[in-house]
């Protein structure tokens, strides 16, 4: 069965350190890849997306992530968190399926930026 | 401002109640989706449907039914609510012709049942 693994449930880190969130993926066919966050009682907003070209993405608020179709993964990283990052995030991937491309998602990690 | 939005954000309901989440999105996408979220789980597929009433099963099913009578509208049924469907139920739709799975979501509705 295909599947998303976020490997970490939760990740402390203080504010100005740096953080990468782990995601990877069971597919060795093309996939679509999508980084979300869910801030406390929203829904999900899209953060950033691997399509095709470029492996390397980024999104408007510093994070960025990394396609590697080797190593089936695309992690999220961003040099310098706020406490404003504080959030649940979600990797999500689209494998295609009955006809059209269906996203999977990862458990979430909670992203806890400490003072 | 393009939106989708759940009726409901909070309900409590008892146990064998028929229960109706609505959602509605206006931004003319053909894909619409029901999922599940629940602490450790992520998100996960309930149903899904790429066009009017039409439906497509998702990973977890079982206890639920679905209606798209409009474009723009995807209603999730608990036919008979049980506790174990307590949870945040996000409902999210997609444009058919980017087929990318890119999905954009409401609120949420949590909802409990007692």
């Known amino acids: 069965a295909q599947s998303v693994t976020q490997l970490d449930s939760q990740v402390p880190v203080f504010e100005e350190a740096p953080v990468e969130l782990r995601c990877n993926y069971s597919?060795?066919?093309?996939?679509?890849l999508f980084w979300y966050v869910q801030y406390p009682n929203q829904g999900l907003q899209l953060l950033l997306k691997?399509?095709?070209?470029?492996?390397l993405v980024e999104s408007i608020n510093g994070f960025e992530a990394e396609f590697n179709k080797s190593q089936t993964s695309f992690h999220l990283r961003k040099p310098s968190v706020h406490i404003s990052d504080t959030a649940e995030y979600f990797c999500?991937?689209?494998?295609?399926?009955?006809?059209?491309?269906?996203?999977?998602f990862g458990r979430g990690t909670s992203l806890i930026v400490h003072p | 401002d393009v939106k989708v939005t759940q009726s409901s954000r909070y309900l409590v309901k008892r146990t064998g109640e028929k229960v109706f989440l609505e959602c509605v999105q206006d931004m003319d996408h053909e894909n619409m989706f029901w999922y599940r979220q629940d602490p450790g789980l992520g998100l996960r597929l309930i149903y899904f449907s790429y066009d009017v009433k039409m439906k497509e099963k998702g990973d977890i099913p079982e206890g639920y039914s679905v209606s798209r009578e409009k474009k723009e509208r995807f209603s999730l049924i608990l036919e008979s609510a049980s506790t174990n469907q307590t949870s945040m139920y996000l409902c999210a739709s997609s444009l058919w012709a980017a087929n990318t799975g890119e999905l954009f979501f409401g609120e949420g509705s949590r909802l409990t049942v007692l």
């Open positions: 597919s060795s066919v093309s996939v679509y």
């Open positions: 999500a991937v689209s494998f295609y399926r009955g006809g059209s491309y269906i996203p999977t």
């Open positions: 691997y399509l095709s070209g470029s492996t």
